[in-house]
């Protein structure tokens, strides 16, 4: 087992990970307008779960900057952008508190993470001929991208400096419950 708590997220998540971008199947998700938009409304349903269960243990964590990084705000921006003119509550996903913010923070890794391939699917999209219309919350963070993750990498490995321990285990499982609940909620009537 690798000592660094980055790699640990990375190796216990690979395979939850290849298994959620199967089933998503983003790119032909997005291709329709009726298709992009229920999926932008799932994710909207993800995030504000997400984000206001973990809130209180991820706001005090000094250089976060949880509030900045919190993206449902960006989503219902992107509805808007999508022809949503309806003030009907959106479906939230209900996140169970994280037990601590180790906890809090694997699942975050895995949110955070999704910025990553969000720049990327967002690339693939322009190669496509594809607009990005509605889909701004997958690079919210444009060419600060990098950095921005860099600094999210340095607050785990602060909170978890030899990647074990309780908070080591705890950020795992905190990560494994998070692409647990993504793919039950992004992908729910798909087949597994």
């Known amino acids: ?43 909207y349903g993800l995030h504000e779960g997400a984000e206001r269960s973990l809130a209180p243990l991820l706001d005090p964590v000094a250089d976060l ?37 180790a906890e809090a923070m694997g699942f975050f890794y895995v949110l955070e993470g999704s910025t990553l391939g969000g720049k990327m699917i967002r690339r693939e999209l322009e190669a496509r001929g594809l607009p990005g219309t509605g889909l701004a919350f997958l690079d919210p963070y444009g060419a600060e991208t990098g950095e921005r993750w860099r600094a999210f990498l340095a607050v785990l490995r602060r909170e978890c400096p030899d990647g074990h321990g309780q908070a080591g285990n705890e950020m795992v499982a905190g990560s494994v419950r998070a692409f647990r609940q993504a793919e039950s909620w992004l992908c729910p009537t798909e087949a597994a």
Not at 4 to 24: K, P, S, Y
Not at 94 to 100: A, D, I, Q
């Open 1 to 43: 087992m690798r000592d660094d708590i980055v790699a640990r997220l990375r190796d216990a998540t690979g395979e939850a990970h290849q298994r959620l971008e199967t089933r998503l199947d983003i790119i032909r998700r997005v291709s329709s307008p009726g298709g992009r938009r229920a999926l932008v409304e799932r994710f």
């Open 65 to 101: 900057a949880f509030p900045k990084r919190r993206r449902a705000p960006t989503i219902l921006d992107d509805l808007a952008a999508l022809g949503r003119d309806d003030f009907k509550p959106l479906p939230v996903c209900s996140v169970e508190p994280p037990g601590s913010s």
